[in-house]
């Protein structure tokens, strides 16, 4: 039995096998439509969430599966001061494979230590998204065709943002990688990620303020909102909550063939402009989602696909 905590539980070539499973699912929705009929999956979301909880549940009900689960921490046992371990062990009699999103960076973890079905990281405070990030994944190579020989200019919170932590930690594995770390000082990318995954890997890399510096050189702009529930300080929060917003006017500046993607929700720092500039992928990543999780589900139950 296996569960994802990071992106790095996947070795390249797992993962290279999980995204063309992905792919056929796009391409052959019909032929997967039954392969989890006796299958049931836990939604266990402490945290609000619209797309990474309801694309979870789509993808497990367009395997023919049946979800059950909770949406808040209110409306669990949690209330009463249950613990994760305790709720997986009872979890793991009703369901047969779980997603779980919650505030506290571990939890997911410390629940899969306890489970008996596989365990999904849904998210995990400011630190890890795995399913997000091979999310971003799928959709870069089905739009770009490609993972490697690329520079990536990432946007925004780069302190708290878990997606852009995971996607750092699954892209600097394949060769040509070069990133663009554009944040105001205060949400620069945490120490651990610069010196302990991008120095200690050789990753070239450049940190800038202002993203009309960075534009002309990106293939990929990877923006994210200022995450107002990270914030103890709601004057930090407004003082850097539109300090990025993407416009018609910087997208001038970039590649015809540059993609805007963004995890979303969106709040202000893509303006509505650039939602028909051909550039703009992030709903199209959305769908992706839902390809790459029917793969990761199957991948996790060990469904066996290559009869299909």
Same mark, same amino acid.
């Given at each position: 039995?296996?569960?994802? =905590? ?93 997603? =779980? ?64 932590? @995971? ?6 594995? &394949?060769?040509?990688?070069? #990133? ?10 945490? @120490? ?16 800038? *303020? ?12 990877? =923006?994210?909102?200022?995450?107002? *529930?990270?914030? #103890? ?9 539109? #300090? &990025? ?37 992030? #709903? ?6 839902? &390809?790459?999780? =029917? ?14």
């Amino acid at each position: 039995m296996r569960h994802l =905590m990071s992106p790095l539980d996947l070795s390249v070539p797992e993962l290279e096998k999980l995204l063309d499973l992905a792919s056929d699912i796009e391409k052959n929705p019909k032929k997967y439509a039954h392969t989890c009929d006796d299958k049931r999956l836990a939604t266990l979301f402490y945290e609000p969430s619209t797309r990474t909880r309801l694309s979870h549940e789509a993808a497990m009900m367009n395997l023919g599966g049946n979800v059950l689960g909770f949406s808040s921490a209110a409306s669990s046992s949690a209330t009463k001061g249950e613990s994760v371990a305790d709720t997986i062990r009872m979890v793991s009699c009703y369901a047969d494979i779980c997603a =779980m999103r919650h505030p506290k960076e571990g939890a997911p973890l410390v629940a899969s230590q306890k489970s008996r079905i596989p365990v999904i990281n849904a998210g995990d405070g400011g630190h890890q998204h795995p399913t997000q990030t091979l999310t971003d994944l799928l959709t870069i190579r089905s739009l770009k065709g490609r993972l490697s020989n690329m520079t990536i200019g990432l946007c925004g919170d780069l302190k708290f943002g878990r997606t852009v932590h @995971s996607l750092i930690n699954a892209l600097i594995r &394949y060769p040509g990688i070069r #990133f663009v770390l554009i944040s105001p000082e205060e949400l620069k990318i945490p @120490s651990y990620i610069r010196e302990d995954v991008l120095r200690a890997n050789n990753i070239p890399f450049e940190e800038v *303020e202002r993203l009309e510096d960075a534009m002309p050189d990106l293939d990929i702009l990877y =923006m994210t909102r200022v995450q107002k *529930e990270r914030f #103890f300080n709601e004057e930090d929060y407004v003082r850097l909550k539109n #300090f &990025y917003i993407l416009t018609k006017a910087k997208m001038d500046l970039a590649k015809d063939d540059m993609l805007v993607l963004h995890p979303l929700p969106r709040v202000n720092e893509i303006s509505v402009e650039v939602d028909d500039d051909p550039r703009a992928a992030y #709903f199209r990543q959305a769908q992706y989602g839902v &390809y790459v999780r =029917m793969a990761l589900i199957l991948t996790l139950l060990e469904i066996d696909t290559a009869k299909l």
